[in-house]
């Protein structure tokens, strides 16, 4: 069935985007891959085509594109090449640190901050998870204290992606000088840039997406001006709370689209391959998983549509984006699962998409919230 979701400037994005995929990123993925990491030259030339940065006025140097199809088309076009580390770069970039700027940065923050995260040449990252703290942000301990006009922020945080690569980090920490577990109003955002005390620790040994870098951080006493508060001191938590349906729906975007692309390479795969003298898709049971992925493919691209199109109108609420990122996630790791069986031992190469698509879909159900944190938010919505 066709999708009604898009319209002629969308599917201009996308050849664009292709193009860009085609050009800019396909000839190296392979060698960022084993270096672990893209160069800042892939963050510039995305810049330059007018990738980054989406929602960013034009005042503050963007294009103003706040429909999220334009986000979502970009997403799929890098999930259907299977170059899923960009996408999760990218999205890490518009779709959690900017909406904050947005949302709550003063003129003068948004001033300093966002013409660079536009032009590619301030790369960002999410600097919320610590060594003790992932679902329970409440459990967050990396502090600010107020030094005259400036912040000291001193912690650790980790599996920070675009933590070695880029530039500056949304910082979430802990502001009212409490220890245990903090209140509502214990923690604030901080745009937080590289310089003295701020350093980055080792990779982490991720088993998929390897080409986006993700170490862990740590600040030891870090001078951050006042200037760089995100909104107010103590709404850090409502304000990661308000933003998160934008992060969802970015990963329900990605599962969508990753399945999709998988039961398309699987179908092309077993059409080609042959045993006992027929093509694998000619056995019953090949067909049957084939008709029942397609159909759960279809589903998720409807709801997720559904959801984009709630999103565009300012209606996608928390549990309507706990429920979207949840089912395509699940959907995501169930189709790669299923059509990397299908394609037998080579499933198991890393040479074959599917298995590179196997082991990206696997964070979709982890991070952004893992699925148990969705459902509970949307458990405790129905329970009232
Ligand atoms: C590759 C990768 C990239 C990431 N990128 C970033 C990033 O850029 N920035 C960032 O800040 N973070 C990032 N994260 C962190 C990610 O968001 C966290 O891993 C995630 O939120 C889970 O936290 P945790 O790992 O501490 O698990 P835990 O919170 O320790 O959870 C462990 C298990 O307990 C379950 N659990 C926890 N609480 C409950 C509950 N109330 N009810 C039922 N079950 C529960 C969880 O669902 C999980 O199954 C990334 C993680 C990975 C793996």
Same mark, same amino acid.
């Given at each position: ?80 090449? $299977?170059? #899923? ?20 940065? +003063? ?25 003790? /703290?992932? +679902? %329970? ?32 980090? #949304? ?12 209140? *509502? ?18 990779? !982490? ?15 030891? $006493?870090?001078?951050?001006?006042? *200037?760089? #508060? ?10 990661? /709370? ?18 999709? *692309? ?11 391959? $042959? ?6 898709? %000619? ?29 565009? *109108? ?11 990122? !949840? ?33 990206? /879909?696997? !964070? ?6 893992? $699925? ?13």
């Amino acid at each position: 069935m066709r999708r009604q979701l898009f319209e002629e400037d969308h599917e201009m994005f996308r050849e664009m985007a292709a193009e860009f995929n085609v050009r800019a990123v396909a000839p190296h993925y392979a060698q960022w891959d084993r270096d672990h990491m893209m160069p800042r030259e892939l963050w510039t030339a995305a810049g330059e085509q007018g990738l980054l940065g989406l929602a960013v006025p034009e005042e503050f140097g963007g294009l103003g594109m706040t429909d999220y199809r334009f986000r979502a088309v970009l997403d799929e076009e890098f999930a259907k090449s $299977n170059h #899923l580390a960009v996408g999760l770069a990218f999205h890490l970039h518009d779709d959690m640190v900017l909406p904050h700027l947005l949302a709550y940065g +003063s003129e003068d923050l948004k001033q300093r901050w966002l013409p660079g995260m536009v032009s590619g040449e301030t790369v960002t990252s999410v600097a919320w998870t610590e060594p003790g /703290a992932g +679902s %329970d942000l409440r459990g967050v301990r990396t502090k600010a204290v107020r030094d005259g006009d400036d912040w000291l922020i001193t912690g650790q945080k980790t599996f920070i992606g675009n933590g070695i690569s880029g530039d500056a980090a #949304l910082v979430l920490a802990r502001t009212d000088g409490g220890s245990g577990r903090g209140g *509502a109003e214990s923690f604030s955002l901080f745009m937080v840039r590289k310089g003295e005390g701020y350093t980055t620790g080792n990779q !982490l040994d991720k088993m998929g997406l390897k080409a986006s870098d993700t170490p862990e951080l740590f600040f030891d $006493n870090v001078r951050v001006p006042h *200037a760089d #508060l995100v909104g107010e001191e103590g709404q850090g938590l409502r304000y990661c /709370a308000g933003q998160l349906p934008q992060g969802r729906l970015g990963i329900a975007v990605a599962g969508s689209a990753v399945a999709r *692309a998988v039961y398309e390479a699987t179908v092309r795969y077993t059409k080609d391959r $042959n045993a006992f003298g027929e093509r694998i898709i %000619d056995f019953q049971n090949s067909r049957f998983e084939l008709a029942d992925i397609l159909t759960e493919v279809e589903v998720t691209e409807s709801y997720v549509d559904r959801a984009i199109t709630a999103f565009n *109108a300012g209606e996608l609420d928390a549990s309507s984006a706990a429920r979207v990122k !949840l089912w395509a996630s699940e959907r995501a790791k169930s189709v790669t699962d299923r059509c990397l069986q299908l394609h037998g031992g080579y499933g198991y190469i890393m040479e074959y998409p599917v298995a590179q698509a196997f082991l990206a /879909a696997r !964070l979709l159900t982890i991070f952004g919230g893992t $699925n148990e944190i969705m459902r509970d938010v949307v458990g405790r919505g129905i329970a009232g």
